[in-house]
Structure formats: C-alpha cells, structure tokens
C-alpha cells in the first residue's frame, strides 16, 4: 500500500521526530511511505479565525498534492479533522454563496482517504499490537478533535494496551480539554492556562512518567504547563512510543 504522510505545520516545524516515527512505524508494517514535498498548510489556522475564503487556495493545494494516493495519514487529529469534516463544509458554503460546486469537486476526493494515524492502523491496517516496545508508566489524554470530530474512541488505546512493557494508567477527567483550541489560548489566555494546569494536575495524580496525545498541538501547550509546573512527567505522541521496539527505544 502506497500512501501519503501529512506532517502538518506544527509537527513540520516544531516535533520532525513525530513525522520519524510515523515512517519508521509504517514502514515496518509494510506499507510504503511517501513524503510529498509540496505539502503546506491545510488552512486550518486560516478557517478557525474566521478567514474561510483566504483557507480555500490551501484546501485547493491539499488536493491536488495528495489525491493521488490512496491514502493519507496525519499523525495530527486536529488536522485531520480539518480535513474530514471541514473541507466538506466549506464546499457547502462556496455552493451556497452561489460559487458553483467546483471547490466542493475538487475536495471531495481527498476527504475519505484521509486518516489520522491510530484510525489508519486499527481500521485500514487491522492491527493493534504492531510489535513495539515501551517500558514506562503512560497516560493517555484523547484530544479534543480526535474524540470530538473524528471519533477516534478506544483506537488510540487498544494500540497502547497493546505495546510489551508499557503500563497504561487511567487519567481523571480524560475527556475534558486541556485548554489549548489553537488561537483560544491567546485570546483566553487565563482560561486557558487553568484548563492546562487541572489537566497536568490530574495526569500527576497517575503517578505516570509520560502523557501520550495523538495530537502534538495538545501536547506543546500540555508539555508548556508541565515545565511550568515543574512536573516530572513527559508529553510524548503516540507515534513515537508505537515506533519504539526493543532494538531501538524511545526516550
């Protein structure tokens, strides 16, 4: 199988390990990976601030880098979701303004085949116990676009569950955001960082090394308030731990 790595701009430019490691995963399940060099942004930056019109030339882009491959995986529920479920209704919009169906054609194609990681290795792939090996204490934070929008659900999970050496520990109040929302944690600056610290307060009382999100986005604000608060613990994406093997571990 022959499919397409969306990095997104934050893993792109600030977490590049996330984008080694889905490689490294994928490729030793056998699938082959390509790494489109034209990728950009997908718009969602320019969407959620209210610049839906500017986010349009992007989508345009994304589809025509990537609607040759049969599938695309992101290791990024937020970008994703971008894609599943608001190029769809960006289509509509132009439709109802009376722009015609060509922006709803020409996205269409790319956004069944887009997955975020842990959706493509359970439901694609068929597999949760894809050979690694990662012996801490971790727990997991299901990100807001990934239970929300996409329904990622226990993927993420049974994946963990699956891996030789890990202990996975229930966090209190999994399903509440952890305050980032993009641009939400500069415009609600406050908010937001009492959201961050409940949820590290809550991870701490795991008694857990690592958090594990599958959303790097989540995680920077997370992995801020951790340092912050002189919290011992590490934010760590999903991909990194599930690319781990006994030969060679992750940090």
Same mark, same amino acid.
């Given at each position: ?5 969306? =990095?997104?701009? /934050? @893993? ?15 490729? %030793?399940?056998?699938?082959? /990976? ?25 989508? %345009? ?5 990537? !609607? ?7 290791? +990024? ?7 599943? *479920? ?24 790319? /956004?069944?085949?887009?997955? #975020?990681?842990?959706?493509?290795? /359970? ?23 990934? =239970?929300?929008? =996409?329904?990622? !659900? ?10 030789? !050496?890990?202990?996975?520990? #229930? ?30 307060? @809550? ?7 690592? =958090? ?18 002189? +919290? ?11 690319? +781990?093997?006994? *030969?060679? +571990?992750?940090?």
């Amino acid at each position: 199988m022959r499919v397409a790595l969306f =990095l997104t701009c /934050v @893993n792109d430019t600030l977490y590049p390990d996330t984008g080694r490691a889905v490689v490294k995963l994928l490729t %030793r399940l056998g699938v082959e /990976v390509d790494f489109p060099m034209a990728q950009t942004c997908c718009g969602q930056a320019h969407y959620n601030t209210g610049y839906r019109h500017e986010a349009e030339p992007l989508a %345009r882009h994304f589809s025509d880098v990537f !609607g040759e491959y049969e599938a695309i995986v992101t290791p +990024s529920g937020s970008c994703g979701a971008m894609v599943r *479920e608001l190029y769809p209704r960006m289509g509509e919009r132009a439709r109802a303004e009376g722009r015609g169906d060509t922006l709803a054609a020409t996205l269409a194609p790319v /956004v069944p085949k887009t997955y #975020e990681l842990t959706e493509f290795l /359970v439901d694609v792939l068929g597999v949760t116990d894809v050979g690694a090996y990662y012996p801490h204490q971790v727990t997991y934070h299901p990100t807001c676009h990934g =239970l929300r929008s =996409l329904g990622l !659900g226990d993927r993420p999970r049974r994946l963990l569950q699956a891996v030789k !050496g890990l202990e996975l520990v #229930e966090l209190p109040g999994a399903e509440e955001c952890c305050g980032f929302g993009g641009t939400f944690a500069l415009k609600n600056a406050d908010v937001s960082a009492a959201m961050g610290t409940d949820k590290v307060r @809550n991870a701490e009382s795991t008694g857990a090394e690592v =958090l594990c999100a599958a959303d790097n986005s989540c995680l920077m604000h997370i992995g801020g308030t951790m340092a912050r608060l002189s +919290s011992g613990m590490r934010p760590v994406h999903i991909a990194e731990i599930l690319a +781990s093997t006994e *030969e060679e +571990s992750a940090v």
